[in-house]
């Protein structure tokens, strides 16, 4: 049972990552590949809040959504000058350039050592130190993330992002200023993924840089592409598919010498596989071109 909540944690974790890229690169079609880096800011304001200053955690997830949605905010007004390959290759950059801030301010972060010790969250003074009562607080976190995407999907701001994602250039003729839409959903999505890394860290207890690398950021939009872009139920899919296929695999019985390697080699095979025949996903709208 304890292996079971670990991985439902783990799951809305991913989950909350997932919806939130969903509503930037299936709404509003903007290939991002920075989301790991609001992830890991999240998580880091989180860790520095309780550890260094006893900052209550849902105090702390307040401070990371903030600090986020103002770097978010200035960056975003960056990428909005850029359109397609180029947009994603400048989300790419500053991952990289996040990733490196958290490696190598060690007066901060710790640097490669990470911060250990990173509190449990408390409610009116009860510590919800059990994985049990963590996970209610992983689903009530993940509850308000996908009230807010479901919200965002039925607007009218909703329908201007699938329209920004079909043809930018048509909505523009009507006289919409659609640098504002995507600087707001992408200051939107860095805010909830922000939401994701409170929790990770004190769950984990522990944050380190290694956990917020672009590899991060590349499989978090494996899980938005495989469960299906512009679909927020299709998100939830990818996301139990890609937590828990791995889990799977353990399971196989290959032979220990080889196991780690294997293992790799048929998830890599398996998605390589429902790329080919789901292109979609597995309830997208669209493909992504």
């Given at each position: 049972m304890p292996y079971l909540i670990h991985i439902a944690i783990l799951f809305f974790i991913y989950a909350i990552l997932g919806v939130s890229l969903n509503l930037v690169v299936g709404y509003a079609g903007l290939l991002s590949v920075a989301h790991a880096a609001f992830y890991g800011i999240g998580a880091y304001v989180t860790a520095i809040a309780l550890t260094q200053y006893?900052?209550?955690?849902?105090?702390?997830?307040?401070?990371?959504?903030?600090?986020?949605?103002?770097?978010?905010?200035?960056?975003?007004?960056?990428?909005?000058?850029?359109?397609?390959?180029?947009?994603?290759?400048?989300?790419?950059?500053?991952?990289?350039?996040?990733?490196?801030?958290?490696?190598?301010?060690?007066?901060?972060?710790?640097?490669p050592l990470g911060i250990p010790g990173v509190g449990k969250p408390t409610v009116f003074g009860y510590e919800i130190a059990s994985n049990g009562t963590f996970l209610l607080l992983a689903i009530a976190l993940f509850a308000l993330v996908y009230m807010v995407a479901t919200k965002i999907d039925g607007s009218s701001f909703g329908r201007v992002l699938k329209a920004i994602r079909e043809d930018e250039q048509a909505l523009e003729v009507f006289g919409y200023r659609v640098e504002y839409f995507k600087l707001a959903i992408f200051v939107i999505g860095a805010a909830m993924a922000s939401v994701a890394g409170s929790l990770f860290a004190s769950y984990i207890t522990y944050v380190d840089p290694s956990s917020f690398s672009l590899n991060e950021s590349i499989f978090i939009l494996a899980i938005v592409i495989m469960g299906g872009l512009g679909s927020i139920r299709g998100t939830l899919a990818g996301a139990l598919f890609l937590v828990l296929l791995p889990e799977a695999l353990r399971f196989v019985g290959l032979p220990t010498d080889i196991a780690a390697q294997s293992r790799q080699v048929i998830y890599g095979a398996i998605l390589v596989l429902l790329m080919v025949y789901r292109p979609r996903g597995f309830v997208g709208e669209y493909e992504l071109k």
């Open positions: 006893g900052i209550n955690f849902f105090v702390s997830v307040l401070l990371g959504m903030l600090l986020s949605g103002i770097v978010s905010l200035l960056v975003g007004m960056v990428f909005s000058k850029f359109r397609d390959d180029y947009y994603a290759l400048a989300s790419l950059g500053f991952n990289v350039i996040v990733f490196s801030i958290f490696l190598n301010w060690e007066s901060m972060t710790k640097g």
